[in-house]
């Protein structure tokens, strides 16, 4: 990108970021005398949270990536935009109301100081108490909620389920975003945490880092104290072949991908790339396959399920990994090999939404992808979409915590 194009870029942005703080300056304005010092406090954090923006933009380098100071960019946005849209929603609806009184006013004769009568102190007030909400919560999802890890046990039965394998346990993780991590205690805590559900299975389906394989090396000693008796295994998500950045040679990308492929040698993880492989007890069997990053959209079709099938027979129970929710609804669920079970991310549910058990469960993310957290069912056919152990990009999750699944399968 020109430099020309990024300083363009970067007034622009600037521009909308004045104009919104303008706005939202009316209800402090409204709210607070001439001289008090809240409007003085809202202009010194607007003005400085603006000009670090400006920074940042400036200065940005994608072959960075999303974390480290992109990272702490669009956390500051966030943190500080987000709500004063909200507020600016509320005083919208008022100025509107205030126009419209104009007129009637005005029409009608009526004597006024002014032809739009002034703001009401009470809906500014209101509107700056609404904005405090989503200041807290995105505050809290910076502070607390990217490390909030929950456990999420689900129990799947299947009549076709081999004798043997009657309550198999497997534990799913996704999307851990090496690179993004900030807090080793944390993490320690998390792997602990998986391996106290002592699952028979470890299955992990992609996106071990944000796009460098050496974001993952600090990791390694944490990670490998995972343990499955019946095996850990793996796949790549669309982060992990380092798309999103300019590398300087292909010889180069192609070194960071094999440093990859070494490090989940290294953490004890068997990584199906469009491979399977078969899981026996006693006389019985089920395979477990992995198919490469799949997307629909402008996200790459890296898998291959017709591959990952060769020593698959009819009548197999199988266990698919396959990162993007997306390829189940375009690929699998109508595959002539039946797929019992495929286990999926890539969502992160956003890292925003709301979920009460029971009650609602949304996020912004569902209009994009309409599987995008939990468990689908279709002909017989299970999908779940695990929400994401770390995080990407937002320093933070609000609403949607990073997830730990606890599958156990059960004979019908």
């Known amino acids: 990108m020109s430099t020309s194009t990024i300083i363009i870029r970067s007034l622009l942005i600037a521009i909308f970021l004045i104009l919104v703080d303008w706005y939202a300056y009316q209800a402090v304005k409204t709210t607070f005398k ?9 202009w010194g954090i607007s003005i400085g949270v603006l000009l670090f923006l400006l920074y940042i933009l400036v200065n940005f380098n994608r072959n960075a990536g999303p974390q480290g100071i992109f990272s702490n960019f669009l956390g500051l946005l966030i943190l500080f935009f987000v709500p004063k849209l909200l507020l600016i ?9 205030r126009l419209g009184e104009g007129i009637v006013y005005k029409v009608s004769g009526s004597q006024t100081d002014s032809f739009i009568p002034s703001r009401r102190k009470f809906i500014s007030q209101t509107g700056l108490i609404l904005a405090a909400i989503p200041f807290a919560g995105i505050l809290h999802g910076m502070w607390k909620g990217k490390y909030n890890y929950r456990v999420i046990r689900k129990t799947l039965t299947f009549p076709d389920l081999p004798e043997s394998f009657d309550g198999l346990t497997i534990t799913q993780i996704s999307d851990i975003h090496s690179g993004s991590f900030d807090n080793r205690d944390k993490i320690e805590y998390a792997v602990d945490l998986i391996n106290q559900q002592r699952s028979d299975l470890i299955l992990f389906t992609g996106d071990m880092v944000n796009n460098r394989a050496e974001e993952m090396e600090p990791w390694v000693e944490v990670f490998s104290k995972l343990k499955a008796p019946l095996g850990k295994y793996s796949i790549l998500g669309n982060h992990d072949y380092g798309d999103y950045v300019d590398w300087e040679s292909p010889q180069a990308k192609q070194s960071n991908l094999q440093q990859l492929f070494d490090i989940h040698r290294e953490l004890g993880f068997k990584l199906l790339n469009n491979d399977s492989i078969q899981l026996k007890k006693d006389n019985d069997h089920i395979n477990i396959l992995g198919v490469e990053n ?15 099938c060769v020593n698959v027979k009819d009548g197999d129970f199988n266990i698919l990994m396959s990162h993007d929710p997306s390829h189940f609804d375009a690929v699998v669920k109508s595959h002539q090999k039946k797929m019992h079970l495929t286990l999926s991310g890539h969502t992160h549910g956003m890292q925003f939404g709301i979920e009460i058990p029971g009650f609602i469960k949304w996020s912004p993310v569902k209009y994009r992808y309409p599987k995008w957290a939990g468990l689908y069912e279709e002909a017989g056919k299970y999908l779940y979409v695990n929400r994401g152990f770390g995080f990407l990009a937002f320093p933070g999750r609000v609403g949607i915590w990073p997830e730990i699944t606890l599958l156990q399968l059960k004979k019908a």
Do not use: P, T
Not at 89 to 97: H, K, Q, T
Not at 294 to 308: I, N, R, T
């Open 34 to 42: 001439e001289g008090h010092a809240a409007r003085y406090l809202y």
């Open 89 to 97: 929603v509320a005083m919208l609806g008022e100025d509107i109301w």
């Open 294 to 308: 799949w997307g629909s959209g402008g996200f790459a079709k890296y898998g291959d399920l017709e591959q990952a």
